[in-house]
């Protein structure tokens, strides 16, 4: 087989949402930090498109690439690319990372807990693995310190109207909003539906409310929009139903561990919710993520908490990619049938 290239893969999900793992064939891209690797590799392009445009990839998945940590307090580092963005951190794809590397043998998996350090593009993050035969059963993040941005703003969407809205950050950016306000259900039958919304609402928010990061002025925009379902607290315990629209327009099928974040930071700037309570958000798919208020902190000044979140991860394959030289497309391609929006 001829193959200009061939980029090791293993593939992984946790709690249904799609996070491959790029082990091998791609040197480090250049840059003093990982920030600087991240900026490089969003501004090039060619490794997002064709590891995430069909035919190797699919609006469906995630690629995270690791990369030798630039923190000496770090165990392993990675880069994340989505469909549209590469964001500061990930919640699900953390996850994924923890399980190949662990699952995988890339690091020692100690029994009955293994501890690790992570860095990824927005800083370090602590990882906390439950391991049992061989197996990482379920993986503890503590994440990026989290913070509400503008609670109970007014936002203008086409086709809707005037609806309230809440911005967070959670390790990426959100604009948060009650689905029965702007007609949609948390349900599987309506996932298209859920997705063109929350794409038009996260463009809306966007143009007319932006986004701040007090101490990262690179990150001006809103990437998602979540749709927070009703909290319930049973037992001492928040729950909630979450769906997270992720341009160009899909469903997270996890419930988004830096949404599950964003939303902690929010209850908690409400007084909803304390340190140390827990917090359970449940996907479109029915699968789960915990979180839990770990402490609290500051970012530029502006009140944070310090999220911890849970969830499993498996591994489901391993991939080598290949480009033919002759391949007419090698960059992939898109259309709008399963593109979205």
């Given at each position: 087989m001829r193959s200009s290239k061939t980029i090791h893969l293993i593939s992984a999900h946790a709690e249904g949402e799609v996070g491959d793992v790029i082990v091998g064939g791609?040197?480090?891209?250049?840059?003093?930090?990982?920030?600087?690797?991240?900026?490089?590799?969003?501004?090039?392009g060619r490794l997002r498109n064709f590891m995430l445009n069909e035919p190797r990839g699919g609006v469906f998945r995630h690629v995270n690439l690791l990369v030798p940590p630039k923190d000496p307090r770090a165990d392993a580092a990675f880069i994340i690319m989505e469909p549209e963005d590469t964001p500061p951190m990930s919640g699900s794809n953390s996850i994924c990372v923890a399980t190949v590397l662990l699952d995988g043998g890339l690091v020692e998996m100690v029994e009955p807990v293994t501890e690790l350090v992570l860095e990824a593009p927005g800083g370090l993050v602590h990882v906390r693995a439950e391991c049992r035969n061989g197996k990482a059963e379920r993986i503890f993040v503590r994440n990026l310190?989290?913070?509400?941005?503008?609670?109970?703003?007014?936002?203008?969407?086409?086709?809707?109207?005037?609806?309230?809205?809440?911005?967070?950050?959670?390790?990426?950016?959100?604009?948060?909003?009650?689905?029965?306000?702007?007609?949609v259900q948390i349900a599987r039958d309506r996932a298209r539906d859920l997705a063109e919304m929350g794409i038009a609402i996260t463009n809306a928010a966007n143009a007319q409310l932006g986004f701040h990061h007090p101490e990262n002025p690179e990150w001006r925009h809103i990437s998602f929009c979540l749709f927070a379902g009703e909290i319930e607290r049973r037992d001492g315990v928040l729950r909630a139903a979450s769906a997270v629209a992720i341009q160009p327009g899909k469903i997270d099928r996890s419930p988004t561990g830096t949404a599950v974040s964003a939303r902690m930071a929010i209850l908690h700037a409400r007084g909803e919710m304390a340190e140390g309570e827990r917090f359970i958000a449940t996907s479109i798919i029915g699968s789960e993520f915990t979180g839990r208020i770990a402490g609290l902190a500051t970012v530029g000044g502006c009140p944070a908490i310090l999220p911890e979140i849970s969830g499993r991860g498996w591994i489901t394959g391993i991939h080598q990619h290949l480009l033919d030289p002759s391949d007419p497309w090698p960059e992939g391609y898109r259309l709008r049938d399963t593109w979205g929006v």
């Open positions: 791609v040197a480090p891209p250049p840059g003093e930090t990982l920030w600087e690797q991240r900026n490089w590799i969003a501004r090039d310190p989290s913070f509400a941005a503008q609670l109970d703003v007014a936002l203008d969407v086409p086709g809707v109207g005037r609806v309230t809205v809440d911005t967070a950050f959670g390790g990426d950016s959100f604009v948060v909003v009650r689905p029965e306000d702007v007609g």
